[in-house]
């Protein structure tokens, strides 16, 4: 019966701030604003495919939520951390090596990399790798992904 999400929802503190960071930063199409709920929308991808929900709330009401885009594995691999860097944000990964290259998470296999927003959510660019995964090599930069998978 479950096909897929369809949409998620975010508390933030200034919704005009969040709007600013998810519409011209990040490039979502705007489907829904709302003043007096103090609440936006916006497609992710394709028009009617996904959707975000952003909610205005104090800040105390806050908490800190994760949740990650499907992208292309060229576009992860090739141009996630210049993507970001470009609009002033700052990529992370889980390598503890000092780089700020996407990682692999050899259990499903996917690469990714990580980014916050302006409450300091977590987001991700995700894109499944082909083949079987190999949870045994836990988080791995690509190439060493690519030297086990040759």
């Known amino acids: 019966m479950i096909k897929g999400l369809f949409e998620t929802h ?16 990040l490039g979502l ?14 497609w992710i991808g ?3 495919d996904a959707m975000l929900g952003l909610w205005e709330k104090p800040k ?13 594995v060229d576009d992860v ?10 609009r002033n944000l700052q990529s992370y990964n889980f390598l503890k090596d000092g780089n700020e290259k ?3 998470f050899a259990w499903m296999p996917a690469i990714a990399i990580y ?7 977590d987001l991700e660019f995700i894109a499944i790798l082909e083949g079987e995964g190999k949870p ?7 190439e060493e992904w690519m030297e086990q998978n040759c």
């Open 77 to 86: 691999l090739n141009k996630s951390v210049a993507f970001l860097k470009a």
């Open 115 to 121: 980014f916050k927003d302006p409450d300091g959510h």
């Open 46 to 48: 394709e028009p009617k």
């Open 136 to 142: 045994e090599l836990g988080v791995v930069s690509y």
């Open 10 to 25: 975010l508390f933030v503190e200034n919704l005009e701030r969040s709007v600013d960071f998810y519409k011209n930063v």
């Open 102 to 104: 996407p990682m692999v």
């Open 29 to 42: 199409i705007e489907c829904g604003y709302n003043d007096e709920r103090r609440v936006a929308f916006y």
């Open 60 to 72: 105390e009401e806050i908490d800190i939520r994760h949740f990650a885009f499907r992208c292309d």
